[in-house]
């Protein structure tokens, strides 16, 4: 059974190989520094996926919240504000959460979006750079 | 002196049509256990192949194993939970399918209760999105209710085999 369920899952390991990265779960080419997202200037848009009562006690500047307790209710919000051309960068609290890995996928699976980023650190990274 | 265990067989013989009875509708019992069961593991199955990509997200927030070894589940597990769930349909491999099943249930309720004393927001991705905002109770319910139809089915199985063995 065991030696069974190998085949399938060797023939799906070649079928997703340019979707899944096997070094981490984020591809290089997905992450942003805090350096090279601030270069970004204004044409970005800082994406809090952190739970609300995180946001409210504070985020970074021009940031929108999108996180998944509230998906549906959020979305459309951050939709009147992104244009084509606009970079996304979502945070959540550090490098241990998976919060902003999360959104920037249903951001590119749910709402077709490519130049969609996730912050290198995340929030902790962002404070340690401006305060 | 070889007749007294003739005797008691005829007369356990005599006892079986009211024991026959109840027999039957156990059996069908633990038959429609298995194919539940297959059903929730087919389903669930099917859901984390279709978009592995995802599943090992899922694996990887337990922040248990290294992200290789995630992709590696994520890819492997699926197919293992659907060829055990063949194997009650079927009766193939039945005891070892039940095995398996049963240690991955218990693997992953360990796995859900360290993530939260660890506090960890986990989303367990057992049945994909849908299983996304279900709470930690709900969890462990749902995989404990799992887990003893389960080791319902072994010893029911064990038990038959004992009996035939007889």
């Given at each position: ?13 070649i ?71 606009k ?7 550090s490098?241990?959460?998976n919060?902003s ?20 650190g ?10 | ?19 026959v009875?109840?027999?039957?509708v ?54 293992l ?86």
């Open positions: 059974m065991a030696a069974l369920a190998l085949l399938p899952a060797a023939g799906e390991a079928y997703f190989r340019d979707k899944i990265s096997w070094r981490s779960a984020i591809s290089p080419s997905e992450m942003v520094t805090v350096e090279q997202a601030r270069g970004w200037g204004d044409t970005a848009i800082w994406v809090d996926a952190r739970p609300d009562d995180e946001f409210a006690s504070d985020h970074v500047p021009g940031a929108i919240s999108l996180n998944e307790d509230r998906w549906n209710e959020l979305l459309p919000q951050f939709l009147a504000v992104w244009a084509p051309g970079k996304i960068i979502v945070y959540c609290s490098l241990s959460c919060a890995r999360e959104v920037a996928h249903r951001l590119r699976k749910e709402a077709q979006i490519s130049d969609v980023f996730v912050l290198e995340g929030w902790e990274a962002w404070l340690k750079k401006n305060r | 002196m070889n007749q007294i265990p003739h005797v008691e067989h005829r007369t356990s013989n005599i006892e079986l049509p009211s024991d009875g109840s027999l039957g156990w059996r069908v019992l633990l038959r429609i256990l298995d194919f539940v069961l297959a059903g929730i593991f087919i389903y669930a199955g099917a859901l984390k192949a279709i978009d592995p990509v995802q599943f090992a997200s899922d694996i990887d927030n337990y922040k248990i194993l290294p992200w290789p070894v995630s992709v590696a589940l994520a890819f492997y597990l699926p197919w939970e659907i060829f055990c769930a063949l194997g009650l349909v079927f009766r193939f491999l039945y005891r070892g399918a039940l095995s398996i099943l049963s240690a991955s249930i218990v693997v992953f309720t360990l796995a859900t209760i360290a993530a939260k004393v660890r506090g960890l927001d986990i989303t367990c991705g057992c049945f994909g999105h849908a299983s996304q905002h279900w709470s930690f109770p709900a969890h462990l319910a749902t995989n404990l209710a799992i887990l003893v139809a389960l080791l319902t089915l072994f010893f029911a199985h064990a038990h038959k085999r004992g009996i035939r063995q007889l």
